[in-house]
T-cell receptor
Framework: GQNIDQPTEMTATEGAIVQINCTYQTSGFNGLFWYQQHAGEAPTFLSY??LDGLEEKGRFSSFLSRSKGYSYLLLKELQMKDSASYLC??????????WGAGTKLIIKP | IAGITQAPTSQILAAGRRMTLRCTQDMRHNAMYWYRQDLGLGLRLIHY???????GKGEVPDGYSVSRANTDDFPLTLASAVPSQTSVYFC????????????FGEGSRLTVL
């Protein structure tokens, strides 16, 4: 079956750096997405990786290794507003999105 | 710019009742989706539509139906609601850009008693 694994919850300190990992086993691969979802709100797009390597966008970076079925989202200079759930999703061979359950990130002052 | 609008925002419904969740987008996106989100689970696809006039079944379609009469509207109907359909429902759309990222509505919280 198809599977996306990410930690359920992580805690980090304001101003620090945190890395959220995502491993996947899917039938085919056509891109990996990271979304941010604040409590009670809709998911919003953060990043997209389809080739191996690092994509940087401001304080957020996303890395992909297709051979390892692995991605991570790196958040730098953490702010309280970064407290949210981070969802990893992979587009499979049928171009359908398979979603992880999300990682709840708690930022402490 | 409204993006995607869902209604109602929240609803409490008696089991056995019929309910339609409305979804409208103003981005002229061809593809639209309905997901449900439950605690501890990833978003699960209920139904999708790649273009007006066509629909398809997702991962958890039983008990739900959709229609796509035009590009903008994609309503989701629960013919006879059951308590297991208590969830948060998100409508989403995607365009034809490089990433095909999804744009989500604000969600409809449905409680079936």
């Amino acid at each position: 079956g198809q599977n996306i694994d990410q930690p359920t919850e992580m805690t980090a300190t304001e101003g620090a750096i945190v890395q959220i990992n995502c491993t996947y086993q899917t039938s085919g691969f056509n891109g990996l997405f990271w979304y941010q979802q604040h409590a009670g709100e809709a998911p919003t797009f953060l990043s997209y990786n389809v080739l191996d390597g690092l994509e940087e966008k401001g304080r957020f970076s996303s890395f992909l290794s297709r051979s390892k079925g692995y991605s991570y989202l790196l958040l730098k200079e953490l702010q309280m507003k970064d407290s949210a759930s981070y969802l990893c999703a992979v587009k499979d061979s049928n171009y359908q999105l398979i979603w992880g359950a999300g990682t709840k990130l708690i930022i402490k002052p | 710019i409204a993006g995607i609008t869902q209604a109602p925002t929240s609803q409490i419904l008696a089991a056995g009742r019929r309910m339609t969740l409305r979804c409208t987008q103003d981005m002229r996106h061809n593809a639209m989706y309905w997901y449900r989100q439950d605690l501890g689970l990833g978003l699960r696809l209920i139904h999708y539509s790649n273009t007006a006039g066509t629909t398809g079944k997702g991962e958890v379609p039983d008990g739900y139906s959709v229609s796509r009469a035009n590009t903008d509207d994609f309503p989701l109907t629960l013919a006879s609601a059951v308590p297991s359909q208590t969830s948060v429902y998100f409508c989403a759309s995607s365009g034809t850009g490089d990433t095909g990222e999804l744009f989500f509505g604000e969600g409809s919280r449905l409680t079936v008693l």
